[in-house]
């Protein structure tokens, strides 16, 4: 019988340099003062070990598709683990939620948004991955934080220092849509085109495509975002139409849950927020080319499926 190591798993399959992974073992037997792991051939920060699991930080100048190998006494496990480190495609931005992509050319659109009031020549950017460029977006959108398109094609945009709802145009104008939103943060789109925005003070508000606004659900305040992502589609199991899942630091995902329970017990099971790989490492923000990516733990607070952090403006600067 061998007693080689055996990698059952690696988790996330994606991950940041000096973020943890999970690694889950079979016959690992832990050597005291033996080297007995790499990762991307270093000798990697471990943070707890069993034989039976290992919690490593991938090192810093790791890049594309590393290694993950294993050694007992006995030898190297046979099929050697992996994780997938994301590409940067943009730095500099400030993003507060989370990106948009076009549908009909598969643009990326970010923002610099910073510290509510902050001037700015442009707070939106389109990222085209094909040629390769950064543009700016010159509409007058001012803290522009969340991000969304209709079902139609069209870029909507919040302003968190005015609490406002913009439609921006492909000429860079922009159109009021709404206004009185609070510190209006995430926005997300239901399937019936119906738009969410979510207010710091806690407030969801449901908006009409004429600017109707009314009280969708109340939540905790947070000084981090009401951000909004939609669960999956209506299944015979879950007959309702999934609800928007409210995204903030400071709300438990039970909290989060009961919020929005009155509306439909089955949709809430299926809301989860919609995973992005953005990684926030104040003040400049990365976006990564990568989703269900772990982040640098120093970095980035560990957050569940549901209720996760976005906002990369601290407390201090960004209100």
Known sequence: MSNKPIITKVSPPM?????????????????????????NGQDPVIVASSTRRILARVPENSIAHIPIRIWNAGGESDEPGSVQIPTMIAEDMHIVANPAIRPSDDSIFVTLSGARGQLHIAYIYRIDLVKG???????????????????????????????????????DTEIL????????????????????????????YKVDELGSIETFATLEPSVAAY???????????????????????????RTAKSAYSQKA????????????????????????????VSRPQAKSPASSPAITSSDSASPATAK
């Open 265 to 292: 017990s089955a949709a809430r099971r299926g809301s989860r927020s919609i995973p992005m790989a953005i990684f926030t490492q104040s003040p400049v923000t990365r976006v990564a080319t990568a989703s269900s």
């Open 177 to 204: 849509i709404a206004e009185g939103l609070g510190t209006a943060t995430g926005l997300a789109f239901g399937a019936d085109g119906t738009m969410y925005v979510g207010d710091r003070t806690g407030t969801i």
């Open 15 to 39: 991950a940041l340099p000096g973020a943890e992974i999970e690694i889950d073992l079979e016959g690992f037997v832990p050597q005291h003062g033996r080297r007995q792991i790499t990762v």
């Open 133 to 171: 460029y950064t543009e700016m977006i010159v509409a007058d959108v001012m803290n522009a934080t969340g991000l969304a398109f209709s079902p139609d094609g069209h870029l909507y945009a919040t302003d968190r220092h005015n609490g406002r709802l913009y439609r921006v145009n492909t000429d």
């Open 227 to 253: 951000h909004m992502a939609f669960g999956p589609t209506a299944t015979s199991t879950s007959p309702h139409r999934a609800l928007p899942a409210a995204i903030s630091s400071t709300v438990s995902r």
